[in-house]
């Protein structure tokens, strides 16, 4: 049951990145309400997907690479809409639903075979910690493509060579919003993610900090988001500097949920 | 019996230095000339228009050459010479002059293409009139169409969505970077016409302050009145670069004002707010390098022509769709005119007709007005449907679209027909 739900929204978030990316191209405004009730509809058909595997495992489905996958997937199709909802921000549904649509793929061809936590680990810390910190990661990633579109549209304001890119991104204003709002809820709950984490390791294990690859690493992107909340919000950076900081911390972010858990082995490699 | 003609006449930013429509300009209201206007007998209907870049006077007539003679004298004689009006006033007749009404109010013949204001200006021209009572069957119909293709030709078209002059542009990528307007300052440096329009432009896209810095302060006191904003001295411009965030620089200085050094240390007070430099005087003003700091943005009057280039293409297809839009309704309306024609003859020949039924029917029934009421309706309405059944068919021929006739010629046809200009002599003269 799950299974098919999944599959279904793996399609229909297909139909949703191509009514949005046609829509970026042609600028239809028809095609944009078409793109968004797509999305809509894949994301809810996602959802479902999310409880009903909960129900089959009889855990919170974010033990193994394709739940946890899929739920960031769903966590930052929960960010878009939510800023959707608030602020209108002219195309982002273009650069985000291919992202999302991406990671649905890497989901779906990861092994769907259910793994459960070896008892010494359960604790209703896991849950909290994985499920702050995935959404913690949907708002980075946002941030990460407010970042990219920024760098794309101050780059043809600052040429003054008008491609593709000027009329159809909103102002450079918006985006750095975007990129602010994204950094300020993002990164406490990262913050809160990892304190759940160490509470957590402390209750199975006996300490908080294990300096297992995937935690150093987790060490140094709560750095980078750091100095780039530190810079933005203190020293006062905007824009071009803030933009690049969140893209390089983002790429972190993404090492640390990838590269570490295939190149180093560590306590938080999903089971094989 | 052909209908009053249509006449316009007016200057505009094309044919009109703006010292001479400064001239021409009504700036005292509408009232005195449309009151000035009714004096004269050889108009049957008349508006009047008055912007900063056009004076226009609509009016039917009878007589287009006298009419037009009066009219020049009474609004524009008084201010300047007849070779004066010869090279400047242009003049409009019938389907013409209704084109070139609608190409105004669709802002096609604006001096920034596309901009909403003239519909407004063009529709407080109209309450004018209509409150003076001069405005009459024809001009109500053609201005009332006016605005509805006004509509229609912003709806259908995105003409108005297009930057198309430098100030335009300069305002457009301001919204890019800014996003909105409203709440930004701007500082004019040098009070050059370009630099007033590019004000003008930010005010009405909702700006919060204006401030002018002029080398000599009266001239940016007059300048900074006009928006409600304030002056300062030359000297105090690096200072004020750390509260605006768009400069429109226009000095005519030999060299630049203001270095890539002057600003940076800006930039961190004001910690890191965008500033938008618009350099449109020639020689430049600023410093080139100074696009290269992060969150300034420079661009020179080159720059912004690019940007207006860019968008006329995509401009001037827009323009041939509303071109399109414009004939069509000018066609439309030349229909209705035409129809106006016919009236006339349609009206006269239901009287002649309905006169000779009722005629006969009193020489059998005796005089309609001593009959009783009740009876009397009955008869009333029976002269009225062999009125209509008799007449139906001159009716039809009139009315349908005939194309290897023409209107005028088929009403000519009917007139000879039923005798209606003899019959009508007859009268008069037995009257």
Request: hydrophobic share 45%; net charge neutral.
């Given at each position: 049951?799950?299974?098919?739900?999944?599959?279904?929204?793996?399609?229909?978030?297909?139909?949703?990145?191509?009514?949005?990316?046609?829509?970026?191209?042609?600028?239809?405004?028809?095609?944009?309400?078409?793109?968004?009730?797509?999305?809509?509809?894949?994301?809810?058909?996602?959802?479902?997907?999310?409880?009903?595997?909960?129900?089959?495992?009889?855990?919170?489905?974010?033990?193994?690479?394709?739940?946890?996958?899929?739920?960031?997937?769903?966590?930052?199709?929960?960010?878009?809409?939510?800023?959707?909802?608030?602020?209108?921000?002219?195309?982002?549904?273009?650069?985000?639903?291919?992202?999302?649509?991406?990671?649905?793929?890497?989901?779906?061809?990861?092994?769907?075979?259910?793994?459960?936590?070896?008892?010494?680990?359960?604790?209703?810390?896991?849950?909290?910690?994985?499920?702050?910190?995935?959404?913690?990661?949907?708002?980075?990633?946002?941030?990460?493509?407010?970042?990219?579109?920024?760098?794309?549209?101050?780059?043809?304001?600052?040429?003054?060579?008008?491609?593709?890119?000027?009329?159809?991104?909103?102002?450079?204003?918006?985006?750095?919003?975007?990129?602010?709002?994204?950094?300020?809820?993002?990164?406490?709950?990262?913050?809160?993610?990892?304190?759940?984490?160490?509470?957590?390791?402390?209750?199975?294990?006996?300490?908080?900090?294990?300096?297992?690859?995937?935690?150093?690493?987790?060490?140094?992107?709560?750095?980078?988001?750091?100095?780039?909340?530190?810079?933005?919000?203190?020293?006062g950076?905007?824009?071009?500097?803030?933009?690049?900081?969140?893209?390089?911390?983002?790429?972190?972010?993404?090492?640390?949920?990838?590269?570490?858990?295939?190149?180093?082995?560590?306590?938080?490699?999903?089971?094989? | 019996?052909?209908?009053?003609?249509?006449?316009?006449?007016?200057?505009?930013?094309?044919?009109?230095?703006?010292?001479?429509?400064?001239?021409?300009?009504?700036?005292?209201?509408?009232?005195?000339?449309?009151?000035?206007?009714?004096?004269?007998?050889?108009?049957?209907?008349?508006?009047?228009?008055?912007?900063?870049?056009?004076?226009?006077?609509?009016?039917?007539?009878?007589?287009?050459?006298?009419?037009?003679?009066?009219?020049?004298?009474?609004?524009?004689?008084?201010?300047?010479?007849?070779?004066?009006?010869?090279?400047?006033?242009?003049?409009?007749?019938?389907?013409?002059?209704?084109?070139?009404?609608?190409?105004?109010?669709?802002?096609?013949?604006?001096?920034?293409?596309?901009?909403?204001?003239?519909?407004?200006?063009?529709?407080?021209?109209?309450?004018?009139?209509?409150?003076?009572?001069?405005?009459?069957?024809?001009?109500?119909?053609?201005?009332?169409?006016?605005?509805?293709?006004?509509?229609?030709?912003?709806?259908?078209?995105?003409?108005?969505?297009?930057?198309?002059?430098?100030?335009?542009?300069?305002?457009?990528?301001?919204?890019?970077?800014?996003?909105?307007?409203?709440?930004?300052?701007?500082?004019?440096?040098?009070?050059?016409?370009?630099?007033?329009?590019?004000?003008?432009?930010?005010?009405?896209?909702?700006?919060?302050?204006?401030?002018?810095?002029?080398?000599?302060?009266?001239?940016?006191?007059?300048?900074?009145?006009?928006?409600?904003?304030?002056?300062?001295?030359?000297?105090?411009?690096?200072?004020?670069l750390r509260?605006?965030?768009?400069?429109?620089?226009?000095?005519?200085?030999?060299?630049?004002?203001?270095?890539?050094?002057?600003v940076r240390p800006v930039m961190r007070e004001r910690r890191n707010r965008p500033l938008?430099?618009?350099?449109?005087?020639?020689?430049?003003?600023?410093?080139?390098?100074?696009?290269?700091l992060d969150n300034v943005?420079?661009?020179?009057?080159?720059?912004?022509?690019?940007?207006?280039?860019?968008?006329?293409?995509?401009?001037?297809?827009?323009?041939?769709?509303?071109?399109?839009?414009?004939?069509?309704?000018?066609?439309?309306?030349?229909?209705?005119?035409?129809?106006?024609?016919?009236?006339?003859?349609?009206?006269?020949?239901?009287?002649?007709?309905?006169?000779?039924?009722?005629?006969?029917?009193?020489?059998?029934?005796?005089?309609?007005?001593?009959?009783?009421?009740?009876?009397?309706?009955?008869?009333?309405?029976?002269?009225?449907?062999?009125?209509?059944?008799?007449?139906?068919?001159?009716?039809?021929?009139?009315?349908?679209?005939?194309?290897?006739?023409?209107?005028?010629?088929?009403?000519?046809?009917?007139?000879?027909?039923?005798?209606?200009?003899?019959?009508?002599?007859?009268?008069?003269?037995?009257?």
């Amino acid at each position: 049951m799950s299974f098919l739900l999944f599959q279904s929204c793996v399609v229909v978030y297909l139909l949703a990145t191509a009514a949005y990316l046609v829509f970026f191209l042609t600028q239809k405004n028809t095609l944009r309400q078409t793109g968004r009730v797509i999305f809509l509809a894949a994301f809810f058909l996602h959802t479902a997907s999310l409880i009903a595997r909960a129900i089959e495992t009889g855990q919170t489905p974010l033990t193994s690479h394709h739940e946890a996958i899929s739920f960031f997937g769903w966590s930052l199709g929960c960010c878009y809409l939510s800023f959707c909802w608030r602020y209108a921000v002219k195309n982002l549904g273009a650069f985000v639903s291919p992202l999302v649509f991406a990671l649905m793929l890497v989901a779906a061809f990861s092994s769907r075979s259910m793994v459960s936590l070896s008892p010494a680990l359960q604790s209703w810390w896991f849950p909290v910690h994985a499920l702050i910190t995935l959404l913690a990661d949907g708002f980075l990633a946002l941030s990460c493509i407010g970042s990219i579109m920024y760098l794309l549209q101050e780059r043809e304001i600052k040429k003054k060579r008008f491609g593709l890119f000027y009329s159809r991104l909103p102002s450079l204003e918006i985006l750095d919003k975007l990129n602010h709002h994204c950094l300020s809820m993002g990164f406490p709950l990262f913050t809160l993610g990892l304190i759940a984490g160490s509470l957590w390791a402390k209750q199975v294990w006996g300490a908080y900090w294990q300096w297992d690859p995937k935690e150093t690493w987790s060490l140094i992107t709560w750095f980078l988001y750091a100095a780039t909340v530190h810079q933005r919000f203190t020293v006062g950076w905007r824009g071009r500097r803030v933009a690049i900081l969140s893209i390089v911390a983002f790429l972190s972010v993404l090492f640390t949920l990838w590269g570490v858990s295939f190149l180093l082995e560590g306590v938080h490699s999903y089971a094989s | 019996m052909p209908h009053d003609a249509i006449v316009l006449l007016g200057v505009n930013h094309k044919t009109t230095p703006l010292a001479v429509r400064e001239k021409l300009a009504f700036a005292a209201g509408y009232e005195e000339p449309l009151r000035a206007l009714g004096q004269l007998e050889e108009l049957r209907e008349y508006y009047l228009l008055s912007t900063c870049n056009r004076v226009e006077v609509l009016f039917t007539c009878r007589d287009v050459e006298q009419a037009q003679h009066r009219v020049l004298d009474l609004m524009f004689g008084r201010t300047i010479t007849s070779p004066e009006i010869k090279q400047h006033v242009y003049r409009h007749v019938n389907a013409e002059a209704v084109e070139h009404l609608f190409l105004v109010a669709a802002s096609l013949d604006s001096m920034i293409v596309g901009e909403a204001q003239i519909l407004g200006q063009l529709k407080e021209a109209y309450r004018h009139a209509t409150k003076a009572g001069c405005s009459g069957f024809i001009l109500n119909k053609l201005l009332h169409k006016s605005f509805s293709v006004a509509k229609r030709v912003r709806t259908e078209t995105r003409i108005g969505a297009h930057a198309v002059s430098i100030s335009y542009a300069a305002v457009e990528l301001g919204k890019k970077i800014f996003g909105d307007l409203a709440r930004k300052k701007v500082l004019l440096v040098g009070a050059g016409e370009m630099a007033e329009l590019a004000a003008e432009h930010l005010v009405r896209h909702g700006v919060a302050e204006v401030v002018v810095a002029n080398r000599t302060l009266q001239r940016a006191i007059n300048l900074a009145r006009c928006y409600n904003g304030r002056a300062i001295a030359l000297e105090e411009l690096p200072d004020q670069l750390r509260q605006v965030d768009i400069i429109i620089s226009s000095t005519g200085a030999p060299g630049l004002i203001l270095q890539k050094e002057d600003v940076r240390p800006v930039m961190r007070e004001r910690r890191n707010r965008p500033l938008f430099f618009i350099d449109i005087a020639v020689p430049r003003d600023l410093d080139p390098a100074i696009n290269d700091l992060d969150n300034v943005f420079l661009y020179d009057i080159d720059d912004l022509h690019n940007v207006v280039e860019m968008n006329k293409s995509e401009r001037d297809k827009e323009a041939v769709k509303a071109q399109r839009i414009i004939a069509e309704e000018k066609l439309k309306f030349g229909r209705w005119l035409a129809n106006m024609e016919s009236t006339p003859t349609i009206v006269q020949l239901r009287a002649m007709v309905e006169h000779q039924v009722q005629a006969e029917v009193e020489k059998t029934m005796g005089r309609l007005v001593t009959m009783d009421e009740q009876q009397r309706r009955g008869l009333e309405k029976m002269v009225a449907a062999i009125t209509g059944k008799a007449i139906f068919p001159a009716l039809h021929y009139l009315k349908a679209d005939n194309h290897c006739i023409g209107l005028p010629e088929r009403i000519k046809t009917i007139r000879e027909l039923y005798f209606l200009d003899t019959v009508a002599n007859d009268q008069e003269e037995d009257g």
